[in-house]
């Protein structure tokens, strides 16, 4: 009995292993190519489609331009604008900021024709090109909705600072506003109301990203007064899944609900409930970089984008998914 016990207890530890190597993502890692025009630094933003859009530098490599990348070459954008492409919508349209600081921001469209936002700092736009960002307003620096030429106040919690950082197909967006106290909460705003996401036990929180099906990503404070990576589902947050101690600070989640970002360690991932270091889960194709810094961007395909330093230089990466 007690060598088929034994052999029981073996066999489930044989099948706990295989299933956790089983949940363990992989992904191949490319450095975006340069171009004669430019050299990508930071990819901030891939669409379904797989066009990439980010910042670079333009000869003679100092002045930070605009790029977007459909698999081929990178296209710089403007060569007479500062700016760093932020996002990207499924219509192909590309949402860039000023880099000088808040003299504006501007919508790129397939076309070649462009919108620009005076006055907006923007950080994220929907397929209706809808725009969430920040604004300054009377001695406020604001939370904004840019839609259709207009720009409409989000309203505070209280205080008088806040940032939009993302937005979703519903309208529906998240970003942070200060207090009457001075303190900062993550908020969704939705339907004109803005709702007080609460913390983690501590005196702050911050939202980052929302998907297609409302769920947020942010970090806040526990009861320790550590930031923490959480996901907040619509009825409450929840502490996203740490590793060894590390907790991601989240900068973007699919409508899979798979969250991207970095930890004191470098970019990483959360999917099927665990934390991954994307370094640590590629192919081996990162064995040539340094390191892979930040996460920023990931599509409903699984792919993901950032920056890292690949043999001392500064390159924006793309991350494939294998075997899914």
């Known amino acids: 009995m007690r060598s088929i016990s034994t052999a029981l207890v073996a066999m489930s530890l044989s099948a706990l292993v295989a299933l956790q190597a089983a949940a363990q993502p992989v992904y191949r890692i490319k450095a975006l190519p340069n171009s004669e025009a430019i050299r990508p630094k930071s990819a901030a933003a891939i669409n379904n489609e797989g066009t990439v859009v980010g910042f670079g530098t ?11 990348y459909d698999g081929t070459a990178p296209l710089m954008l403007d060569d007479n604008y500062q ?3 932020v996002d990207i919508n499924a219509s ?10 808040l003299n504006g921001s501007v919508i790129w469209h397939p076309d070649g024709s462009q919108d620009r936002i005076d006055g907006l700092e923007a950080h994220a736009m929907n397929d209706a090109g809808e725009v969430a960002g920040l604004r300054y307003w009377k001695g406020e620096y604001q939370p904004v909705l840019y839609r259709e ?6 309203g505070s919690l209280g205080g008088q600072y806040g940032v939009a950082y993302g937005i979703n197909n519903k309208t529906e967006i998240t970003g942070f506003s200060h207090q009457a106290d001075g303190s900062w909460r993550a908020f969704l705003w939705r339907k004109g109301v803005m709702k007080d996401l609460g913390t983690l036990g501590g005196s702050a929180s911050v939202g980052m990203a929302i998907n297609n099906h409302g769920l947020v990503v942010g970090a806040a404070k526990d009861a320790q007064e550590q930031y923490q990576g959480f996901s907040y589902d619509g009825t409450s947050m ?7 101690g590390l ?9 899979d609900g798979v969250i991207v970002g970095r930890t004191a360690q470098g970019a990483a991932v959360v999917r099927d409930g665990q934390l991954f270091q994307l370094k640590a889960v590629s192919d081996g194709s990162a064995s040539e970089w340094d390191s892979l810094i930040d996460a920023q961007g990931i599509n409903d395909k699984g792919v993901i984008v950032g920056y890292g ?8 990466f793309i991350a494939k ?4």
Not at 238 to 244: F, G, K, M, N
Request: with cysteine.
């Open 149 to 154: 030429g207009r720009m409409i106040k989000l």
């Open 92 to 101: 192909g349209d590309v949402l860039a900021q000023d880099a000088l600081g």
């Open 83 to 85: 700016c760093s492409a």
């Open 58 to 68: 333009a000869p003679p490599y100092k002045a930070t331009r605009c790029y977007r």
């Open 321 to 324: 998914p294998i075997g899914r």
């Open 247 to 255: 907790s991601i600070s989240p900068t973007a989640v699919n409508d």
């Open 309 to 316: 330093y690949l043999r001392g230089h500064r390159r924006a």
């Open 238 to 244: 929840q502490l996203l899944p740490t590793r060894a």
